[in-house]
């Protein structure tokens, strides 16, 4: 089992609809979730970080938390086409500085 | 990609040649990271680099070194390349505290082709 699962996708969605992205992860020590952005051929950035169970909201993007379900997942509300990219879960696992990424769901928000 | 170069960009060799792959930081950052991306595959954790003179490995350490000079910088070397390592390689600075977690940078990547 890999330690970060995401859907790959693609996930397509309306403009101006929620997209919802998901995240499980297999260290039930984890204690630091990041989610990151990546356009074609860019690299990646990070958009939300999340320690605490329960939603962490930042503009049109919410992080959800559930330790207890290791589970993590992103909403971006009013989702526009520039939202279109791959969309990245990590976590740290070991309480260390071991960053260990999930595979990626790519989203396609439709005008 | 502030603050984080990569050197080279884009790379080819033949199988069973070596190089080093540069990565140089300007924000006097502790931890640094090497990071393989594959179609399909997400980022792979090669190797990282919690603080100068320390490294540890990552998911998928087999076929590489690595060497924390110094602060700023942090080399991966393939001491004799093979397809499989056909890659993007992306050196990333991360902060993981909840006060600086916005201390992200990645850098803009070497495309890696080995034949």
């Known amino acids: 089992q890999k330690e970060v699962e995401q859907n790959s996708g693609p996930l397509s969605v309306p403009e101006g609809a929620i997209a919802s992205l998901n995240c499980t992860y297999s260290?039930?020590?984890?204690?630091?979730f990041f989610w990151y952005r990546q356009y074609s051929g860019k690299s990646p950035e990070l958009i939300m970080s999340?320690?605490?169970?329960g939603d962490k909201e930042d503009g049109r993007f919410t992080a959800q938390l559930n330790k207890a379900s290791q589970y993590v997942s992103l909403l971006i509300r009013d989702s526009q086409p520039s939202d279109s990219a791959t969309y990245l879960c990590?976590?740290?696992?070991?309480?260390?500085?071991?960053?260990?990424f999930g595979q990626g769901t790519e989203l396609s928000v439709k005008p | 990609n502030a603050g984080v170069t990569q050197t080279p960009k884009f790379q080819v060799l033949k199988t069973g040649q070596s190089m080093t792959l540069q990565c140089a930081q300007d924000?006097?950052?502790?931890?640094m990271y090497w990071y393989r991306q594959d179609p399909g595959m997400g980022l792979r954790l090669i190797y990282y680099?919690?603080?100068?003179?320390?490294?540890d490995k990552g998911e998928v350490p087999n076929g590489y070194n690595v060497s924390r000079l110094n602060k700023r910088e942090f080399s991966l070397r393939l001491e004799s390349a093979a397809p499989s390592q056909t890659s993007v390689y992306f050196c990333?600075?991360?902060?993981?505290?909840?006060?600086?977690?916005?201390?992200?940078?990645f850098g803009p990547g070497t495309r890696l082709t080995v034949l």
């Open positions: 260290d039930r020590v984890s204690q630091s």
């Open positions: 924000m006097n950052h502790n931890s």
């Open positions: 990590a976590v740290v696992y070991n309480q260390g500085g071991k960053l260990i």
């Open positions: 999340i320690y605490s169970n």
């Open positions: 990333a600075i991360i902060s993981l505290a909840a006060h600086s977690y916005n201390e992200q940078f």
């Open positions: 680099s919690a603080s100068e003179g320390t490294t």
